[in-house]
C-alpha cells in the first residue's frame, strides 16, 4: 500500500511538472525553482503535509519535498529560538541534502567524464 | 531596423511558431508519471528498509533516504545512464531529487577541461544554485511570517 501510494503521488507530482513544461515555454529551471517555492508555500499552508502523509517518500523525493523540509525547519527553528531560528531552521533540515548534493555531486564530476553525444 | 523589416521578423516568428513541432502531452505526461513515480517507490523501497535495520525515527530515515538518492542520482548521471532515462521521461527524472543531483553533476562533468575552479566548482551550481536561492529565501521569509503570526 505505501509504495502504491508513493508511486501515485510521486507520479502526479512530476505529471504536474511535465505539464507545465509542455503547455508553457518555461525551461525545466524555472519549473524547479516554482516546486521549491511552491513546496515551501504548501507546507506553510499546511496543505502538504496530509500529501506527506498519504504518500511517503512520494512526496519527499520530488523537489517540492524539499522546499517542505525547508519550511519544516524554518518553523522548528523559530518554535526554539524565535526570530533568528527562521534563519537557521531551514538549512538545518536540509543539510545532509544540501552537503550529499555538493560531496557526491563533486566526486562524480572528478571521477567521471561527460559520454560524447551520439 | 524601419517598420518594414520588424514586420517581417513578426511574420518570421509567428512561422516558426507554427511549424515548431506540438508536444505529445499524453506520451510526455505519462513518461513522466510512470518514471517519476518509479523512481518515488525505489525511494520508499530504500525508507522502509533504513528504518527497519538502522532502528531510525521516521524523519532521520527520511534525510537518510534522500541522501542515498542524491548519491544513486550523481553516480548514474557519472555513469552516463541518467540522461538515457531522462530523453525519455522529462520532468519524471527532473523533479525528482535524482534529479537535482543530476543537474549538479552534468554541468560540473561538462566543462571539467575550464578547470577545477570556473569549471568543475562554479557550474555545479548553474542549475542548483538558482533552486537553493528561492528555496531557502523562501523558507526564511515564510518563518519571519510565522514568527509574527505566532507572537
Redesign the interface.
Known amino acids: 500500500m ?2 502504491f501510494n ?10 504536474v ?7 508553457t515555454k518555461l525551461t ?2 524555472h ?3 516554482i ?3 511552491s ?3 504548501l ?2 499552508v499546511g496543505l502538504y503535509e496530509p500529501l506527506v502523509k498519504i ?4 512526496a ?4 517540492p ?3 517542505y ?3 519544516k ?3 522548528k ?2 518554535d526554539q529560538n ?2 533568528l ?3 537557521f ?3 538545518e533540515a536540509t543539510s ?3 552537503t ?3 560531496v ?12 560524447t553525444k551520439p | 531596423m524601419d517598420n518594414n523589416q520588424y514586420q517581417q521578423k513578426d511574420k518570421y516568428q509567428k512561422l516558426v511558431e507554427k511549424r515548431a513541432p506540438k508536444p505529445n502531452y499524453w506520451k510526455n505526461g505519462i513518461w513522466a508519471f510512470g518514471i517519476g513515480g518509479a523512481i518515488c517507490v525505489i525511494g520508499q523501497c530504500i525508507h522502509n528498509k533504513i528504518e527497519l535495520i538502522m532502528n531510525l525515527s521516521h524523519l532521520d530515515a527520511t534525510n537518510a533516504t534522500i541522501l542515498i538518492m542524491i548519491l544513486i542520482g550523481a553516480l548514474l548521471t557519472g555513469l552516463g545512464f541518467y540522461d538515457l532515462i531522462g530523453k525519455k521521461a522529462g520532468a519524471g527524472s527532473i523533479i525528482p531529487i535524482t534529479g537535482f543531483a543530476n543537474s549538479i553533476v552534468a554541468p560540473a562533468m561538462e566543462f571539467k577541461r575550464e578547470g577545477y575552479v570556473f569549471g568543475v566548482a562554479a557550474r555545479m551550481f548553474i542549475l542548483a544554485g538558482p533552486v537553493l536561492v528561492y528555496g531557502i529565501t523562501s523558507s526564511v521569509i515564510v518563518g519571519i511570517i510565522y514568527y509574527f503570526y505566532n507572537s
Do not use: E, R
Not at chain 1, 511538472?17 to 503547455?23: H, I, R, V, W, Y
Not at chain 1, 557526491?104 to 559520454?115: D, Q, S, T, V
Open positions: 505505501g509504495y508513493a508511486f501515485i503521488v510521486g507520479g502526479f507530482i512530476c505529471l511538472g511535465q505539464l507545465l513544461m509542455d503547455a525545466s529551471a519549473v524547479l525553482i516546486f521549491v517555492t513546496g515551501v508555500v507546507t506553510a504518500g511517503g517518500a512520494g519527499t523525493i520530488p523537489l519535498g524539499f522546499g523540509s525547508l519550511a525547519g524554518a518553523f527553528g523559530v524565535g526570530l531560528g527562521a534563519f531552521g531551514g538549512v545532509g541534502g544540501i550529499a548534493a555538493i557526491f555531486g563533486y566526486l562524480m564530476a572528478i571521477i567521471f567524464n561527460p559520454k
